[in-house]
Structures are given as C-alpha cells and as structure tokens.
C-alpha cells in the first residue's frame, strides 16, 4: 500500500507561482513513478505530468511545457510540482498519484488515470484573473 499526501495548494493570481508537494508513504519513492493529475469542476481529470522511478525520464502535458516542471527527493519521499506563469484555466484540484508497477507499461500510459494504483486526496489550486 501507498499513501500519498499532497500540499501546496491556494490561491495565486494569473502569471505566478506554486509549488505543490506530495509526499509518500508505505513504500521507497524509488520504486513508485509518479504523476499530477488536475480536475476542474464539470470536467474529466487531466494528465498534467510525469515522473519515472529513476527520474531520468519526464512527461509533460503539452499545455504545460515549459512552465511546470517536476522533480523528486526519494530522501524525503516527495515528489515536487513548480508551477509557473499560472493561467486562470488551470485552477482545479490536483492530484498526485503513484504507479507501482513496472516501467514498460507506465512508459507507454503515463498519461492514463488507470496506469496509477494509488491517489492522493488533491489539493486546491486557485488562480484569479
């Protein structure tokens, strides 16, 4: 079993920053890949980025190349989300969520909700205009 927490959240206007944390328990953050997810009210949740076991390969979601990037500390179990130059569009709830399987198939569906085994609870994002 994987517990993740997420924090981080709160409100920022349009053009600033964030940085979200979710930190993992039950098992070595080594062995898990990770991902953010958000979800805006009335819509499905979206893939917002991507981190394998080792670090080395990351994911992004076109939409937000160049502005979010993610990092982990398997010292201190946390996966790391900076966000940058935030839109209003991109409030929502972000979720982080952990793969603990192996690297071929989450290579290839690191994008999918259903790749992931475990969630956290999220953590409110609010951007104002």
């Known amino acids: 079993q994987v517990q993740l927490v997420e924090s981080g959240g709160g409100l920022v206007q349009a053009g600033g920053s964030l940085r979200l944390s979710c930190t993992a328990s039950?098992?070595?953050?080594?062995?898990?890949?990770m991902g953010w997810f958000r979800q805006a009210p009335g819509k499905v949740r979206e893939f917002v980025i991507a981190?394998?076991?080792?670090?080395?390969?990351?994911y992004y979601a076109s939409s937000v190349k160049g502005r979010f990037t993610i990092s982990r500390d398997n010292s201190k179990n946390t996966v790391y989300l900076q966000m940058n130059s935030l839109k209003p569009e991109e409030a929502a709830v972000y979720y982080c969520?952990?793969?603990?399987?192996?690297?071929?198939?989450?290579?290839?569906?690191?994008?999918?909700?259903?790749?992931?085994?475990?969630w956290g609870q999220g953590t409110q994002v609010t951007v104002s205009s």
């Open positions: 039950g098992r070595p953050l080594s062995s898990i890949a």
């Open positions: 969520a952990a793969d603990s399987g192996g690297d071929l198939l989450w290579s290839r569906s690191y994008d999918s909700p259903a790749v992931y085994d475990y």
């Open positions: 981190i394998s076991r080792s670090g080395i390969s990351t």
